[in-house]
């Protein structure tokens, strides 16, 4: 019998828990050493009614990245929708990115095992954030609200900013308050990054996509003896 989608209101909450569950196991343990009994104990479901939603330990790894991949780009959405200029959305959508990965470390932990156990998962991941970053700047370029950036040169690099940031503030939190934690990127998942860090990084942002740089010729160059 292979697994289908919930049919019923409790058959969608039955799925809700095993997912959540499956958020807490795989950030806990890795997906190595989690396993179905320990998803199925975690959720308060008998092991069998694991296999009515999900075919393998796999399928609901798939679908946690997903599920994580939707819920990030939802509440990113959500804070920059009432944003009146890039900028500001940037600001908003970082925001609400930080504030969901110290309730979520899972995304950190997840993504990064799936480059391993479920590439396509990963690409998919990172592919679906991109494109909508892409469409955003390109907006604002034609917009004159940014510079003439490549949008998706500056997407990428945003992306990567938000995800260490993140990682050294929200994941390992204060170094001076965990000794140590600066190696460890499976800290408390629990710190917020700090204005003046947030701050610093939207300055760094502001600047590298509003700023005009003046382009100077080889010929220009060669004018100098």
Known sequence: MSAGMPRTARGEETKRKLIEAAEQVFSRVGY????????TDAAGIGQGTFYLYFDSKLQIFNELVE???????????????ATENRIDS??????????????????????????????GALRLHYTRIVE???AGLRAAGAAGEISDIDPTVAAWALMGIGEMIGM????????????????DPFASGTRA????????MMRF?????????????????????
């Not at 190595?32 to 998803?39: H, L, T, Y």
């Not at 990054?193 to 610093?200: A, M, S």
């Not at 590298?208 to 382009?215: D, F, I, P, W, Y």
């Open 168 to 183: 050294r503030w929200v994941l390992w939190g204060e170094v001076d308050e965990a000794p140590g934690a600066e190696a």
């Open 32 to 39: 190595a050493d989690a396993s179905i009994a320990r998803i």
């Open 132 to 134: 909508g970053y892409i």
């Open 205 to 225: 942002i502001e600047g590298a996509l509003g700023a005009k740089r003046t382009v100077v010729s080889p010929v220009e160059m060669g004018t100098h003896e």
């Open 90 to 119: 940037e600001r908003a959508g970082f925001r609400a990115f930080f504030q969901f990965t110290a309730d979520h470390p899972a995304l950190y932990r997840v993504i990064r095992e799936a480059e391993f156990v479920s590439p």
């Open 193 to 200: 990054v700090p204005e003046y860090v947030f701050e610093q």
């Open 67 to 81: 599920d994580l991949n939707h819920r990030v780009r939802l509440a990113m959405s959500a804070a920059s929708a």
